[in-house]
């Protein structure tokens, strides 16, 4: 029977190392290559009217913070889907990460499109928001969807804030926002009828704060 144990403790090895070395891939391919999405872009085939040069650098810009966020939702994703612990909600962050990898294409697209580019510090931020995805995930199921859920939440405000600053004859550019405002709502939904716990306000705060050093400094580097 030794044999039989010692057999079954090798088979649990080996599936965390190939468990690390897809979540390593996943990472080098985020960060490395350009997305895949699986969804159409919802900016085809849309006029982005007359831009001046202001604009279109400005909203490049804004599409960089973008960018940058969906880098980041996918390690806070990554990470929190590692330390899970119930199935289920494993299971519901790998379906809201790959339809994040879809905002991660929309956003690399209209970026090339309008002469900008990606941000230098997407590393930076995709180690940090790993380690927090990991700290939600260990802190236990509720807290887990609960971080999920705020982080939503105030995603779904920073691209609302967004949509102000579009031009409303770029059509491609707001129509690749309005989606992903509409898919980060699902996914805020999502974590609360899963059991996501109410973060105190000044959790909420400091996520806020958080975000905007990512967003201020990314629209810069």
Known sequence: MRWLEGMEVEGRQHSGLDRILTEFD??????????????VN??????????TAQ??????????????????????????SLTARVAANREALRAASDE???HLAWCEARIAELGGR???????????????????????????????????????????GHLAQIPESDQRTRAIV???????????????QLG????P?????????SSKLMTRSVYWV
């Open 201 to 209: 306000g000044a959790i909420k705060w400091a996520m806020k704060l």
């Open 178 to 192: 309005a989606q992903m405002k509409v898919d980060e709502a699902g996914h805020a939904e999502l974590a609360q």
């Open 55 to 80: 604009q279109k650098h400005h909203t490049a810009r804004l599409m960089r913070i973008n960018h940058t966020g969906e880098i980041c939702a996918q390690a806070l994703y990554q990470g929190q």
């Open 26 to 39: 996943r990472a080098l391919r985020t960060l490395a290559a350009p997305a895949q999405g699986g969804r």
């Open 42 to 51: 919802p900016g085809k085939g849309l006029s982005e009217g007359d831009l």
């Open 196 to 199: 996501a716990a109410e973060f």
């Open 100 to 102: 994040e990898v879809d």
């Open 118 to 160: 990606t941000s230098y510090l997407n590393p930076l931020w995709y180690v940090g928001s790993l380690t927090l995805g990991v700290c939600a995930g260990l802190a236990g199921e509720r807290w887990n969807l609960a971080f999920l859920k705020e982080t939503e939440r105030q995603v779904g405000e920073h691209l609302a």
